[in-house]
């Protein structure tokens, strides 16, 4: 079967850094994407990987390992409003997205 | 705003009722997709949209049924739901299938009783 982890719930202090890590098991491999979610709104594209790396932006960096199954999203001089669920999602091989059940991060003051 | 657009926001319905979901999309996309989003499970991909034609259907029982006039209106028909049907429901689109990035809209919360 296709599965995507992912932590439930992570916790971290406003201007610290934080890495989200997602590993994957899906029936080939067409690229790797964030979402993030803030409650009760839409879903909105952070980043996309598709080969091994580091993929920086602004604040948020994202890096893949396709050998190993994995991904992770890191967030720098973390802000109050970067509080929300963060989406890790792999296209198959037939270019279908599965998704993982989210993280929702929790900033503190 | 991402440029799709999804009405009612909120909607509650009895298990005998039928209703209809409605997503529009303004970003000249030619996919769309309907997701269904329950608490702490993954986003499940219900049905799926390209150039009108629908493209994938994820085992959804008969009681949804989708429907797509044209590549910018989607919507979801509902019947005699059930109340484990109760979720978010997430319209999507993209420009085409294979193209990476999904555009959410902001989904419509339903509750059935």
């Known amino acids: 079967g296709q599965n995507i982890d992912q932590p439930t719930e992570m916790t971290a202090t406003e201007g610290a850094i934080v890495q989200i890590n997602c590993t994957y098991q899906?029936?080939?491999?067409?690229?790797l994407f964030w979402y993030q979610q803030h409650a009760g709104e839409a879903p909105t594209f952070l980043s996309y990987?598709?080969l091994d790396g580091l993929e920086e932006k602004g604040r948020f960096s994202s890096f893949l390992s396709r050998s190993k199954g994995y991904s992770y999203l890191l967030l720098k001089e973390l802000q109050m409003k970067d509080s929300a669920s963060y989406l890790c999602?792999?296209?198959?091989?037939?270019?279908?997205?599965?998704w993982g059940a989210g993280t929702k991060l929790i900033i503190k003051p | 705003e991402t440029g799709v657009t999804q009405t009612p926001r909120h909607l509650v319905m009895g298990m005998t009722n039928k209703k209809s979901l409605k997503c529009e999309q303004h970003l000249g996309h030619n996919a769309m997709y309907w997701y269904k989003q329950s608490a702490k499970k993954p986003l499940e991909l219900m049905f799926v949209y390209n150039f009108k034609e629908q493209t994938e259907n994820n085992s959804v029982p008969s009681r949804f049924s989708p429907e797509c006039p044209n590549s910018s209106h989607l919507f979801l028909h509902l019947h005699t739901l059930q109340p484990e049907d109760s979720a978010l429901y997430l319209c999507?689109?993209?420009?085409?299938?294979?193209?990476?990035?999904?555009?959410f809209g902001p989904g419509t919360r339903l509750t059935v009783t």
């Open positions: 990987n598709v």
């Open positions: 999507a689109s993209s420009q085409d299938f294979e193209v990476y990035e999904q555009y």
């Open positions: 999602a792999v296209r198959d091989s037939n270019y279908q997205l599965i």
């Open positions: 899906t029936s080939g491999f067409n690229g």
